[in-house]
């Protein structure tokens, strides 16, 4: 089946702890994207990638980190920068016409 | 201003009404637009893209007016299945082709 795959599905880390969240697609997309979803708002871009060994800030990349060494993969650490990210994240990825697919998603707790 | 704006609602509506939602959105220079439905604890899944001459995929009609700067979706003979948070995303072409999504219109259909 083609799609992407995010794991972990739910996520717990203790203060002061880097975490990494992996992304994985098959569908040959170039470009893929990081996004966190909190209660009440919209997604907001964290970091994105539109080819292999390169990646752009998004709105809200202070604390987050990427790497993009392979097409398929794409995986976003969370630092322990990062104030308040309890959030739910997602990956995604585009076609050409910027149509996005999303990945199922992982929620972080901070405990 | 908020670059993309909606009534989060949420929308109660009977089985079988027919129901709108409005988006509209700031940047005059945006050149794609989507409908995505979130269901709850999920990820977005794309429902379709909106045209300027508007388009239709079975009970499901979008358009866009660029003079107004707004984008519409109609749901005819709403169905409980419907029930699900509906976000408008717009995309500004170049620079990643970034997606910036409203956060979006609850709707309920109830029997």
């Known amino acids: 089946d083609g799609g992407i795959t995010q794991s972990p599905k739910y996520l717990f880390r203790k203060e002061g702890q880097n975490v990494t969240l992996s992304c994985e697609q098959n569908l040959n997309h170039d470009a893929m994207y990081w996004y966190r979803q909190d209660p009440g708002q919209g997604l907001r871009l964290i970091y994105y990638?539109?080819?292999?060994?390169?990646?752009q800030k998004g709105d809200i990349a202070e604390g987050y980190s990427v790497s993009r060494e392979k097409k398929e993969s794409f995986p976003l650490t969370v630092t322990s920068a990062q104030k308040n990210p309890t959030a739910f994240y997602l990956c995604a990825s585009s076609t050409p016409n910027r149509k996005q697919f999303f990945g199922p998603g992982t929620r972080l707790t901070v405990l | 201003r908020k670059e993309v704006e909606q009534d989060p609602g949420p929308f109660n509506v009977p089985e079988g009404a027919t129901v709108a939602f409005n988006c509209t959105y700031s940047?005059?220079?945006?050149?794609?637009f989507f409908w995505y439905r979130q269901d709850c604890r999920k990820e977005p899944k794309l429902l379709m893209s909106?045209?300027?001459s508007g388009n239709e995929d079975g009970r499901f009609t979008a358009q866009l007016n660029r003079a107004s700067q707004y984008i519409s979706l109609l749901i005819r003979d709403s169905k409980l299945s419907d029930s699900a948070t509906y976000l408008c995303?717009?995309?500004?072409?170049?620079?990643?082709?970034?997606?910036?999504f409203g956060t979006g219109t609850q709707l309920k259909v109830e029997l």
């Open positions: 990638s539109q080819i292999v060994n390169d990646f």
């Open positions: 909106v045209y300027s």
């Open positions: 995303v717009v995309v500004l072409t170049g620079g990643g082709n970034k997606l910036t």
């Open positions: 940047n005059s220079a945006s050149q794609s």
